[in-house]
């Protein structure tokens, strides 16, 4: 594809809609975010047919994704609700965006490694910023030492589980590239649980996914809920216990996805 056939424009949505949103890209496993799902791939259409006006590439809609998403932590810096309900929208924009990077970078035929890579930091780098913001908002200020060093502490550590729970599913790309194993496509065979316990276990959380919870979308509205909370039961206290709530359920879900990843066939050559 020449450069002048890279920046050429759709002729209509439907047109767009055909080339970006194929369905092996609507129906990924896992993949494609509910929001996304529900309404954010309706409207990403139209946002990607501004963008294609211009010369912006799909790594630089990746460069908006991550601002948003960064500023959608620093929005929880501001304390109580306002806070909260600003890190909501900028957090469904950090969404819009990921999805138009992707859109871009598929109308253009410009899909790269780096892509891959910025929007991996983009995603690690929000939850793990919003992750110590909360336990900012739970120490409250004005920020007291060394009382307050408690709930800052949670906060890092929670920011370190999740990172780690994100980081069990690239370390399983990496075990199989050193192994020479092929890429695992969405197959859900390839991810279930091969010992009858855990697989019992996996069929529960289907029922109650609180590992979904710590995505940063997820996140935003948990913390929006507590936020509403906290103006009638008195705030610090719920964001307080909302941090413990968190840690404890980040916790559990990093132990059952190393156990699922190491009972599954992902691992096995």
């Not at 192994?179 to 091969?194: C, F, H, I």
Request: aromatic share 10%; hydrophobic share 50%.
């Amino acid at each position: 594809m020449s450069a002048s056939d890279s920046y050429r424009r759709p002729a209509s949505i439907a047109q767009l809609r055909e080339v970006t949103q194929p369905p092996e890209v609507r129906q990924r496993r896992n993949a494609e975010h509910w929001t996304a799902h529900l309404y954010l791939r309706d409207i990403s259409l139209y946002l990607t047919w501004t963008l294609l006006k211009t010369r912006i590439s799909a790594n630089g809609v990746t460069g908006f994704m991550i601002l948003t998403g960064w500023l959608t932590a620093a929005a929880l810096l501001i304390p109580g609700f306002w806070g909260a309900l600003i890190a909501v929208v900028l957090g469904q924009l950090q969404m819009l965006f990921d999805c138009c990077d992707g859109e871009v970078a598929r109308w253009r035929n410009s899909s790269s490694p780096a892509g891959h890579f910025l929007d991996a930091v983009g995603h690690y780098s929000t939850e793990t910023f919003i992750a110590i913001v909360l336990g900012l908002r739970a120490a409250a200020w004005p920020f007291e030492a060394p009382d307050d060093y408690l709930w800052t502490t949670l906060g890092f550590a929670l920011a370190l589980v999740l990172v780690l729970n994100k980081a069990l599913n690239d370390l399983t790309r990496v075990a199989r590239a050193y192994a020479g194993l092929p890429r695992l496509g969405n197959a859900e065979a390839d991810a279930a649980p091969q010992h009858r316990l855990i697989a019992l276990a996996r069929r529960a959380v289907k029922f109650f996914p609180f590992h979904r919870m710590f995505h940063s979308v997820e996140l935003t509205l948990l913390t929006f809920v507590v936020a509403i909370i906290a103006l009638f039961t008195g705030s610090p206290v719920t964001e307080r216990v909302y941090l413990v709530v968190l840690l404890a359920f980040a916790i559990l879900g990093l132990i059952g996805h190393f156990l699922a990843i190491m009972s599954s066939k992902r691992l096995k050559s």
